[in-house]
């Protein structure tokens, strides 16, 4: 989940637009992650998948 539709419970607005020092704790802990953070194992696994076909592909073109 990204961090733009997220709501404070301390202030009640959005957490990035940081008004308060929760929001701003919040804010930067998610941007720490990384861009996978917010992905599902499952989706994980299924981009793994499609990657590991695509190169099979790209191998079995090249032979």
């Not at 020092?21 to 299924?46: D, K, N, T």
């Amino acid at each position: 989940m990204t961090y733009d539709r997220l709501v404070c419970a301390n202030c009640a607005a959005p957490v990035s637009e940081g008004r308060c020092h929760v929001c701003r704790a919040s804010r930067e802990r998610m941007q720490e992650q990384g861009m996978f953070a917010g992905l599902s194992p499952a989706m994980l696994i299924a981009l793994m998948v499609v990657l590991v076909a695509a190169l099979a592909l790209l191998a079995h073109q090249a032979v």
